[in-house]
């Protein structure tokens, strides 16, 4: 599958200015918006994309503090105070200190590890917004289904009409028996309840999607030609590594150099530089007294080299950072193991809606020409001869029967092709092509 996008500065502004727009007249009639402009708004408006972009600014603050541990820290202070006798401390008046890592092996774990946790920030932030476009195109697809058979579902209840008040009139002609207009009756009130659900159910959806993307609610229609054809990927197909379990498995690496690191500071030396200057008083006490070499500034610099050899509070702390990229190595792994039973589910489920698509669509395509067989016969007659044998003559009941047929079989080739594209979108997600989807919006 090859999908090509193309850049278009003005598109990148569309989805700010509508939503401007509606925020400055919330009140506005629904207006047709395409499916590209309302996945940039649900990623833009999405909790999962915002909390997963604090947690990338989250792992890139971690990186700058691990790094930033060999830019020497500054601090300023003071110690005045008054003294009797042999002075306990030095009298400073105002101090500054330095002080800064030099080397460390812990550190450097310490470091990569942060890296490491900012490319697995950085993949799950695509993960958050990938998902978001499925569910925001999923919604998106289905309203534009359920609007379709909405429009199906009333014509529907107007060829019942027509044909409760036929059998209503055949019945009182004694032509009909009663149960001809009672049956009449419950296909008039089952197609309503059909269609108070398709109502519902649109309600729903344009609740969902404008809880996803921050506009009005019912201020949102789909524009169909905004759908692009959903590739039909199959499992056969190299799959990519989505990018939910990629970031997982980076999340696995960075806690288990964490844990790495955590274990390098016991037995492993340690070198830091550290710098002192201190202006000092006797103005409070009687420090001069007891050190003739009294001077008011005072400079003192130098390396600090240290060998932990026992703490048992970092010992224990490496332990249980083991422990946690341990934890995080094993849900790597079961994610990809539910990544790999949903590609095999769905591919399963893909071949069969994939054929009762097809059956759904055949089945309209008859019953659209029985339809336009019983309008002929009805124009022209059957045809037939007036002998016994003889096809009875069509009457309007059976045109009426004929267009609710037809009517039913056109909401089921919808439904049936909602799921199949509903399956497919699924399968693109699985299969790490959720970023072609995307191009492909972007480019329609």
């Given amino acids: 599958m090859h999908l090509k996008a193309t850049h278009n500065p003005r598109k990148a502004w569309a989805p700010t200015l509508l939503a401007l727009a509606f925020a400055a007249a919330p009140a506005l009639l629904p207006a047709q918006i395409s499916l590209a402009t309302m996945v940039d708004l649900a990623q833009r408006n999405s909790s999962a994309v915002k909390l997963a972009q604090a947690d990338l600014q989250k792992a890139n603050a971690v990186l700058a503090q691990t790094t930033d541990a060999y830019i020497p820290s500054l601090s300023i202070g003071s110690t005045v105070g008054y003294s009797i006798g042999f002075p306990t401390g ?30 697995a920030a950085t993949l799950s932030l695509k993960d958050a917004r990938e998902q978001v476009a499925l569910d925001t195109s999923t919604a998106y697809i289905e309203l534009d289904t359920v609007n379709s058979e909405l429009d199906a579902a009333r014509q529907q209840e107007s060829f019942t009409d027509r044909l409760v008040a036929i059998e209503q009139e055949r019945t009182e ?8 207009a009672l049956q009449a009756r419950l296909t008039a009130a089952q197609l309503k309840i059909k269609r108070l659900h398709l109502e519902t159910r649109a309600a729903t959806l344009a609740k969902q999607l404008a809880v996803l993307t921050g506009l009005p609610v019912g201020s949102i229609t789909p524009e169909h030609a905004s759908i692009p054809e959903i590739p039909a990927v199959k499992a056969g197909e190299a799959p990519r590594t989505t990018a939910g379990i990629e970031s997982a498995g980076l999340l696995a690496l960075s806690r288990q150099i964490q844990a790495h690191g955590d274990a390098l500071t016991t037995h492993r030396p340690q070198l830091s530089f550290g710098a002192q200057y201190n202006l000092d008083s006797d103005a409070l006490n009687n420090y001069s007294t007891y050190f003739k070499n009294f001077t008011p500034n005072n400079v003192a ?33 079961q994610a990809q193991q539910q990544n790999d039973i949903q590609i095999a589910s769905l591919t399963g489920n893909l071949r069969e809606l994939d054929a009762l698509a097809e059956v759904a669509s055949l089945k309209q395509q008859i019953a659209d020409e029985q339809l336009k067989t019983v309008l002929a016969q009805l124009e022209l007659g059957n045809g037939a001869s007036s002998g016994p044998a003889a096809q009875p003559q069509l009457t309007p009941k059976a045109e009426q029967l004929a267009r609710i047929d037809e009517s039913q079989k056109r909401q089921d080739a919808l439904d049936a092709a909602f799921d199949l594209a509903k399956a497919r979108l699924s399968l693109l997600r699985a299969l790490g092509h959720m970023e072609d989807w995307l191009h492909e919006l972007h480019a329609k």
Avoid: C, H, M
């Avoid at 240290?306 to 849900?331: C, H, M, N, W, Y």
């Fill in 173 to 180: 002609a004694g032509v009909d028996p009663l149960s001809d």
């Fill in 301 to 333: 610099f130098g390396f600090s080299f240290q060998i932990p050899l026992f703490d048992r509070g970092q010992r224990d702390k490496s332990r249980q950072s083991a422990a946690e990229a341990l934890r995080a190595t094993v849900e790597a792994e």
């Fill in 90 to 119: 030095q009298p400073s008046v105002a101090n500054a200190q330095l002080q800064s890592l030099v080397f460390s092996f812990a550190q450097r774990k310490y470091t990569q590890a942060a890296r490491t946790g900012v490319q």
